[in-house]
């Protein structure tokens, strides 16, 4: 019979360190793949809030009346008077886009008739749309909407709207009363001379 010969006991030892070395580098390898995948999965999150807050913005501006107020401050805070578009099913929105300084969240708030601060029983719809925001600005001139945002990281977003005009300024008229018919006057009497007076002192003629 022939005789198998067996391992060494240091032959199995580099063997099971060779064997350690290799899982070591598949979970490692497992580990990035994971990563990854988790920040690819972030990255298309964020991209795709970025789209539909773009979006929204969008729209909310393209079905608006026109009357759009900006206020410069710090980031632009804008506020649509009037737009058909709306989130929650209303015929007509007022909608405000501002910039929280807390965090520079920028924030969609959705309402009727509402003023800015909020007073106490004005009920609005208010969405967080993008955090960490860097640059939020908004230009109107003419018929023309330019909007500019950036988060914090990020390379900045832009777009152009047309065709929305400015509602033309309503023009008191003032209201002139109607004109009052001329007076009628009598017609202008000469006046009438009365017969002098007999003078007493006047002598008759001699007949």
Known sequence: MRSHKAFTLLEVLISITLMGIVIVALFSTVDMLQDS???LSEHLKK???ISKAVKVLYADLMDSDG??????EEMSRVCIEKTRHSLYA???AKVCWVVLKEGNILVRIEGNGYHLPLLEDEKVEINPVMS????F???HEKDKVLVLLQQKGKEPISFMLQGITKPAAKSSS???PPATPPAIQPPATSPTT?????NPLQVPPQG
């Open 37 to 39: 995948n988790q920040q």
């Open 47 to 49: 991209s795709k809030t």
């Open 67 to 72: 009357n759009i107020t900006i206020q410069k």
């Open 137 to 139: 600005d908004l230009y």
């Open 174 to 176: 003032s209201k002139t």
């Open 132 to 135: 960490e925001m860097k640059l």
């Open 90 to 92: 209303l015929s007509e």
């Open 194 to 198: 009365p017969p002098p007076a007999p």
